[in-house]
């Protein structure tokens, strides 16, 4: 009898896990009564809930709730702190109906209130008797006074485990929330349309076939491309992302094939390429559409063998891969102006795929601003901002020509630059005359009378405009009409591609 208290204190004092937990502390006090049937009950919203149960059919017992206008032992315990001893069947007590479905009934039942440190009862314990006699409970009053202090020492470390792990769950959530909210890779909207296309993803996701996503500039094609993957049996593998318009052809193939060591000047060591390095995995290849022709022929060899050949070496490498593509070009018009390989777009349009344009889901912008509103305040530790219903009405009605990613970049700059919690109408007008500083609009044609010669001057379209705005808008319409291909812009504008570049970096301009 000296080690059983011992050996109590030390079995309910090294358990942090609730479950865990409430059952060595029950085991441990059916162990000093010497009986084989116990449970545990603590106060919920509906009654009085078992939270923990030892014996021959007990998960009868367990998650059983025992309504507040029910009489019951560990009712009558909860609500007076008191020890009690009742006799099963014939005190008036006895919740009987829940041994209902148990073969063998309790005779006699020890209940011991449980306390809280503030020593609010919380809970109660039940130590239950089934021998033929009801005899086995050892009720001698000193032996019941070291059992309460035990057991008032067990209901201080039960409590603070399931507050413990309450907290722990609430950490979680709240953890999975921030992840969730910070995660720039979440497709956030509720319109049939996009609801529809990640369906159609998830569905892709099963197969190992070539995804081909088109959509306009902006609108998630690479979200939706890492969720296609990270649905995919290939979740554990890398996803690796090239953009196949923004860097010169000579470094794009570099980049997806790798080279050897001496392969070119500056070759100093082995390099493995997109492919290789994905292997197991996913390559997304955006803006496929601009990929020169001579690269097309080695992507279509990917995807017929599963071999690349690195730069400098002439033996082949098996990789294996699976590739999405995505475009905003409609490369069937490509394939006709002989930009693009028809061999390549079937090969890669096995599974396509469609992103709508925020302009035709409106009704997931409230949901777009209200997200990004979180992340970046989350992210800049402020306090959250939010739109009048002024404001948020031309917000809906703006058709957001950038799609998603104008919208995340417009938040990020109203955040910044609105002083109050509440957005109002008034504070837009800056950022959306900003965005479009000189419209140059063509006027009406002069009239042709007397004063015809000066009227031209009077409403020329250059009025109102600086030289960097021109210059801006310029390359801008450039950019946009090429769909972002810097090489091919520059080649219509008539200067080489390192001085495009340079007139966009001066005038801050990135897709």
């Not at 162990?31 to 149960?53: F, H, K, M, P």
């Not at 008191?82 to 020890?110: C, N, P, Y």
């Not at 492919?275 to 060899?301: C, Y």
Request: with cysteine; glycine share 8%.
């Amino acid at each position: 009898m000296v080690d059983k208290p011992f050996d109590f204190y030390r079995a309910v004092s090294e358990e942090l896990d609730p479950e865990k937990l409430q059952k060595k502390f029950l085991s441990a006090l059916l162990d000093l009564q010497n009986v084989e049937r116990g449970s545990i009950w603590v106060r919920s919203e509906r009654g009085y809930t078992c939270i923990e149960a030892v014996g021959a059919q007990s998960e009868n017992i367990k998650s059983m709730t025992i309504g507040f206008g029910q009489s019951s032992i560990v009712g009558w315990v909860i609500e007076n702190g008191k020890m009690t001893v009742a006799e099963a069947g014939k005190d008036g007590r006895h919740f009987w109906q829940a041994e209902r479905k148990i073969d063998v009934k309790s005779k006699l039942i020890l209940c011991f209130p449980l306390f809280l440190k503030s020593g609010e009862v919380y809970g109660a314990v039940q130590i239950i008797d089934t021998s033929a006699g009801g005899n086995r409970l050892n009720l001698e009053r000193s032996y019941l006074d070291l059992l309460q202090q035990l057991i008032d020492i067990g209901s201080i470390a039960l409590s603070n485990s399931l507050v413990f792990s309450k907290q722990a769950q609430e950490n979680l959530k709240l953890k999975q929330t921030l992840e969730a909210i910070g995660d720039p890779g979440v497709m956030v909207g509720r319109s049939a349309a996009l609801l529809a296309v990640r369906k159609r993803a998830a569905e892709y996701a099963r197969t190992d076939f070539p995804v081909l996503i088109t959509g306009e500039s902006g609108s998630g094609k690479e979200l939706l491309a890492r969720e296609i993957h990270r649905l995919s049996g290939r979740s554990g593998g890398p996803f690796l992302a090239q953009n196949c318009s923004c860097i010169p052809d000579t470094l794009l193939e570099s980049e997806l094939f790798g080279y050897e060591k001496g392969a070119f000047t500056g070759a100093l060591k082995t390099n493995p390429g997109l492919f290789e390095s994905a292997n197991g995995g996913t390559v997304f290849l955006d803006e496929i559409g601009d990929m020169p022709l001579q690269l097309q022929a080695r992507i279509l060899r990917v995807l017929q063998d599963g071999e690349i050949k690195p730069i400098g070496n002439a033996r082949p490498r098996k990789v294996n891969v699976r590739i999405i593509s995505a475009t905003n070009r409609d490369l069937q018009s490509e394939i006709v102006r002989e930009n693009f390989r028809e061999d390549l777009f079937y090969r890669l349009n096995v599974l396509p795929l469609h992103v709508p344009a925020l302009r035709e889901r409106p009704q997931d912008i409230p949901l777009l601003l209200d997200h990004f509103l979180s992340r970046e305040a989350l992210r800049l530790g402020t306090a959250r901002k939010r739109f009048s219903e002024d404001a948020l009405n031309f917000l809906l009605e703006y058709e957001w020509p950038g799609n998603v990613r104008e919208l995340e970049n417009f938040v990020k700059y109203i955040i910044v630059i609105t002083p109050g919690e509440i957005v109002v109408r008034e504070d837009l007008s800056n950022h959306f005359i900003r965005t479009v500083p000189c419209r140059l609009e063509q006027k009406p044609p002069p009239d042709e009378g007397a004063n015809g010669a000066n009227s031209a001057g009077n409403g020329s379209f250059f009025d109102g405009c600086s030289w960097e705005e021109l210059e801006r808008r310029y390359v801008l319409h450039l950019l946009e009409k090429n769909k972002w291909n810097i090489t091919r812009a520059a080649k219509e504008a008539g200067v080489n591609r390192s001085t495009f570049d340079s007139r966009m970096k001066k005038l801050n301009i990135r897709k």
